[in-house]
């Protein structure tokens, strides 16, 4: 009687974990897995312009996809843009928390400003910079110019438009990763810092062999989450330029929009989604077989 009473309460303590469980996993069902689902099927098929299935093609998007060098040069700027953006996002964002990371008075409105742009919007963000980028009257040329330094034309020039997306991109995840590392600085025992100071180490030879070692699993976390978020950048190139001039910010995530919503290709589109998949999936996995070896935890 005992084991058919605990198995009956173990049942009903399950029904009602499934019970909580259930608005999650509805929502869960209805925002991933079916759009999950439905672009592997979109992604074997060929669809009209209303995206209604006009033909099954198997696997030939994907092989179309793979043989198309439109889809490598996307790869490339991807990856470049990866790159650009979030090796300098993490070193800008560790350098500010850093040197906000002490009790001196005004350091407050420091970190304020530092992780002010978390609550600015890609819209905004994006408007902000392109007033900044303007040929003429942005503020970037005119500082170049007091610097008898020519006209650089940011948006308009294959050379430069990477760049600047990129500078922005930058200056966006600025305010999320500065408040992490913070975070992960303000972890560390000051109990350390005084033992490095009585033991004669200087405070760079401190915060390089001793407090970064302490802040590889916050530098970790920080990594994983700027490549997978460099990966789905859309808004700022979406705004400031299209994915030109001469598809020289046209990175995977806009190629899918300009294939899927603009040419009405939903199959190819959702070709490409699942390659992405699969491409952040194998580098998130890389990065975890990889570097975690290197994580310190304490």
């Not at 090796?87 to 800008?92: A, D």
């Given at each position: 009687?005992?084991?058919?009473?605990?198995?009956?309460?173990?049942?009903e303590e399950n029904i009602l974990a499934y019970l909580f469980l259930a608005p999650s996993l509805v929502l869960f069902a209805a925002f991933l897995f079916y759009p999950m689902v439905k672009s592997v099927y979109l992604s074997m098929t060929l669809t009209d312009p209303r995206g209604r299935v006009v033909e099954f093609v198997?696997?030939?998007?994907f092989i179309d996809l793979l043989a198309s060098g439109q889809f490598y040069s996307n790869l490339k700027v991807t990856l470049l843009?990866?790159?650009?953006?979030?090796?300098?996002?993490?070193?800008?964002?560790?350098?500010?928390?850093?040197?906000?990371?002490?009790?001196?008075?005004g350091m407050k409105i420091f970190q304020f400003i530092f992780s002010l742009p978390i609550v600015i919007s890609v819209g905004t963000g994006s408007?902000?910079?392109?007033?900044?980028?303007?040929?003429?009257a942005g503020m970037l040329n005119y500082f170049l110019s007091i610097a008898h330094i020519d006209p650089i034309p940011w948006l308009t020039s294959p050379s430069w438009a990477l760049v600047s997306i990129s500078l922005l991109t930058v200056w966006m995840?600025?305010?999320?990763?500065?408040?992490?590392?913070?975070?992960?600085?303000?972890?560390v025992p000051e109990e350390i810092y005084e033992s490095a100071k009585i033991d004669g180490?200087?405070?760079?030879?401190?915060?390089?062999?001793?407090v970064l070692p302490l802040l590889s699993p916050t530098?970790?976390?920080?990594?994983i989450v700027s490549v997978i978020g460099a990966f789905q950048a859309f808004g700022q190139i979406h705004i400031l330029t299209k994915g030109g001039p001469m598809n020289s910010t046209n990175v995977i995530v806009y190629s899918i929009y300009q294939d899927a919503f603009v040419n009405f290709r939903f199959g190819i589109g959702s070709a490409q989604a699942l390659v992405l998949f699969v491409i952040i999936m194998i580098l998130t996995v890389v990065q975890f077989k990889v570097l975690e070896k290197k994580v310190h935890y304490q």
């Open positions: 009687m005992a084991s058919v009473s605990a198995r009956k309460k173990k049942w198997g696997f030939d998007n843009f990866i790159l650009f953006t979030v090796p300098t996002s993490i070193v800008w964002s560790l350098f500010l928390a850093a040197i906000t990371h002490n009790k001196l008075r408007i902000i910079w392109f007033l900044l980028f303007h040929p003429t995840n600025m305010g999320f990763l500065f408040i992490v590392l913070s975070s992960g600085l303000q972890g180490s200087s405070p760079m030879r401190t915060f390089i062999q001793i530098i970790f976390f920080a990594l």
